[in-house]
């Protein structure tokens, strides 16, 4: 089977992680700050904070914000189950904002249109998080442009979108965000096994995020209520998590950032062959530049549903069954047995659930040769018949 996707790994990863194994720390060590550091400079961020998944990263990133009981968190439906499940742990609601039929991302025009009624009806949201979905990003201008105007916060969810780039500035750099994630799944851009990243600007920020990830606890004299008892003291002064990202997962992650850069180029490649090698078939290819530079986590085609005879589901199971790992991301996020018992509905969100009805990803990895592609392309033209 052709997977989807799949993580690259060197000889020199695998000596990273064993260098780790003989050293003195497992965790807490050099290697999370060392990783940290990276990726700040990488991404021109002045703040970056290391965590065992993106699910943990977007769950400080709420808390650091101060979304609680009675706020609202919005987000895109066509996305991880996790931009919007961060809400839910911190007792705040969930509403969605369908995409733009083009882009596939939040559509920025429809936001303005809900944030109008929502302003009348008194129920702006605290948080907005856009997902650059494949990696693309999202309009990041207009959007930050309607949080000044309704007082919102974003946290950016650049799970696909490690080592892309928006008007010129990596993805990460903030400058249209308060916070952005990253994950580092063994399926994304780069891998720490599980892994994720929180970035800003805000020095504050930063630093609840800290406390989040580690029980709320703090050895910081500054953030105590009374001097220190002594040398062994810490105080809680937060409900938080462990979180932590271990020193294997860290090394890991410092061995990986530096083919960031060829991993980006190399999805591309396959990406510019793909669009060639499709372009005669009955399919919708994504677009990409929108203002910026995938980081090209996914490559979605849309099938054109009218102009072939086979459903959906058949090209998907045909795929499969001639060995090309295809999947489907996502499943609209309202159309969950869990978001349907809040009383969301099918048919509230038409343009994502359009989507979801013709939407498959195609296998897209930096070792994606032109004899697998080639496969993938003979057995999707089969399916299609
Ligand atoms: C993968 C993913 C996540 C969750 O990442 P983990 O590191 O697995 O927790 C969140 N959001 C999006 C859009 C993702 O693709």
């Not at 990133?61 to 839910?88: H, I, M, Q, R, Y």
């Not at 919102?152 to 969810?157: A, Q, S």
């Not at 849309?302 to 999947?327: C, K, M, S, W, Y």
Request: proline share 5%; aromatic share 10%.
């Amino acid at each position: 089977m052709i997977p989807y996707g799949r993580q690259d790994i060197t000889q020199e990863d695998i000596d990273a992680v064993i260098e780790v194994l003989r050293s003195d720390f497992l965790t807490q060590g050099p290697k999370a700050p060392q990783f940290e550091a990276a990726l700040a400079r990488y991404c021109d961020a002045t703040h970056a904070v290391a965590v065992n998944s993106a699910t943990s990263a977007l769950h400080i990133a709420c808390l650091a914000l101060g979304l609680g009981k009675g706020d609202w968190l919005w987000t895109t439906p066509v996305t991880f189950v996790a931009s919007s499940n961060c809400a839910l742990y911190c007792g705040a609601k969930v509403e969605f904002v369908d995409i733009d039929p083009r882009t596939y991302n939040l559509d920025p025009v429809a936001l303005e249109r809900k944030l109008i009624a929502a302003e009348a009806a008194g129920t702006l949201p605290k948080v907005v998080v856009p997902v650059h979905l494949c990696g693309e990003p999202c309009d990041m201008q207009a959007i930050h442009a309607l949080s000044l105007r309704f007082g919102f916060k974003i946290i950016e969810d650049a799970s696909h979108a490690v080592g892309g780039s928006y008007q010129g500035r990596k993805i990460g750099a903030c400058q249209y965000s308060d916070i952005t994630v990253f994950s580092f799944h063994p399926v994304k851009i780069i891998t720490t096994a599980e892994g994720g990243l929180a970035m800003t600007n805000d020095a504050d920020l930063a630093e609840r995020m800290e406390l989040f990830r580690s029980h709320g606890i703090t050895r910081d004299p500054a953030l105590m209520t009374h001097e220190a008892d002594g040398g062994w003291y810490y105080q809680q002064i937060e409900l938080g998590y462990n979180y932590r990202m271990t020193e294997i997962q860290a090394a890991l992650g410092v061995s990986q950032m530096k083919r960031l850069d060829t991993f980006v180029a190399r999805r591309h490649q396959i990406a510019d062959r793909y669009d060639r090698l499709l372009a005669s078939l009955p399919v919708t290819t994504p677009v990409r530049g929108q203002d910026g530079y995938s980081g090209l986590h996914l490559y979605v085609i849309r099938l054109n549903l009218d102009q072939i005879n086979p459903t959906h589901a058949q090209v998907f199971e045909r795929l499969r069954a001639a060995g090309i790992g295809v999947n489907l991301h996502y499943i609209p996020v309202h159309t969950q047995p869990y978001y349907q018992a809040m009383g969301f509905k099918v048919g509230d969100y038409p343009e994502a659930e359009a989507y979801y009805s013709e939407a498959i990803s195609l296998p897209m990895f930096p070792n994606l040769d032109d004899a697998l592609q080639d496969e993938v392309i003979a057995a999707l033209t089969q399916a299609l018949q």
